[in-house]
């Protein structure tokens, strides 16, 4: 019964990222001259495209390395945790049902030794610190852009997921021995070494929830953030250099916001439509043509769905990765 209504919660969430995706499709194309989209894109700069994806391939190594210091690894082992990164950034783009999460700590399990349970505490506390960097890239730009509604409702949401995650973190790490202590007795009943199992990886999950204990991880991690927010900025600017959109820092910011907060959206494998719309909608707003938003939309999409497919086929070849693995630890 569980298998079946995972099967229909996964087809529902398909048939709405379609609906989604088509209508996102239909506003974004809205009152679009598609003569100028092809001329502009047409026109698009190979040499600046070239360096939009230089800049996307060190965003994918600084997420890697700041997972390496969540680890509390050295930061050579940081290429190590590559693979694993881009299966899951793969899975989560082409599979609506963050299968990528999970590949993320099967592939880096395998790759570095550390424990399941552990890695996954690591991947909470990552996606904590991303939603305090939305927050602090959202209130720096905020004095010089009008945000619009659904934007700043969803920058509110955020900031609530936020505090409450920030929350539950800290009181599990403040009250981590007691309730170890406290699960231990429940679990050790569990027949067979399962007990065992789950006891050691509540452990481990508490110690990855950790990551953030010493200075100098604090310090990598801060690093590799601003190093990761800084090179997804200059995406964005090189790909409107590229097609020949005159647009500042700010567009840039308001489009990088405006696609993260949206990651949360049903869709349709890789996020056609979706992803087009979330770029489109902030740069209209900001007085660019049409046809040259539509432009970047395009070319930004080919850049980092393109990027996610070639790495991860690649590294699932090399790592040997079954997906069918991924299934049964769901």
Request: charged share 10%.
């Amino acid at each position: 019964m569980a298998g079946i209504s995972s099967s229909r919660g996964l087809w529902l969430r398909l048939v709405v990222g379609f609906i989604i995706g088509v209508g996102s499709i239909v506003l974004a194309l809205r009152a679009v001259n598609f003569e100028d989209v092809t001329t502009t894109l047409r026109a698009t700069n190979p040499a600046l495209t070239l360096a939009a994806l230089g800049s996307l391939l060190l965003t994918t190594y600084a997420k890697a390395a700041r997972w390496t210091a969540f680890a509390g690894l050295s930061q050579g082992a940081s290429w190590l945790l590559v693979p694993g990164l881009v299966i899951g950034q793969l899975f989560n783009t082409l599979i609506p049902a963050r299968v990528g999460d999970l590949a993320r700590v099967v592939v880096g399990s395998e790759a570095t030794g550390l424990g399941k349970a552990f890695l996954l505490g690591t991947i909470v506390l990552e996606k904590l610190v991303d939603g305090l960097c939305v927050l602090l890239v959202a209130a720096l730009v905020l004095p010089f852009l009008q945000l619009p509604d659904w934007l700043l409702t969803s920058g509110l949401d955020v900031a609530l997921s936020v505090l409450v995650l920030g929350g539950g973190i800290t009181g599990m790490l403040l009250i981590g021995d007691r309730l170890l202590a406290l699960a231990a007795p429940p679990l050790g009943r569990i027949p067979g070494r399962w007990g065992e199992r789950l006891t050691r990886a509540l452990a481990d999950a508490l110690r990855g929830l950790g990551g953030l204990r010493t200075w100098p991880q604090r310090g990598w991690v801060a690093w590799w953030s601003l190093v990761t927010w800084t090179s997804m900025i200059a995406t964005n600017l090189l790909v409107f250099e590229a097609v020949g959109l005159e647009a500042g820092l700010s567009a840039a910011v308001l489009v990088l916001i405006a696609v993260t907060l949206g990651g949360s959206v049903p869709s349709i494998p890789g996020r056609v439509g979706v992803f087009h719309s979330l770029v489109v909608a902030p740069l209209l707003l900001t007085g660019a043509d049409p046809a040259r938003a539509v432009s970047v939309a395009v070319v930004l999409h080919l850049l980092v769905v393109s990027t996610q497919v070639v790495l991860g086929v690649f590294f699932i070849w090399r790592e040997s990765v079954d997906p069918r693995r991924l299934a049964e630890l769901k």
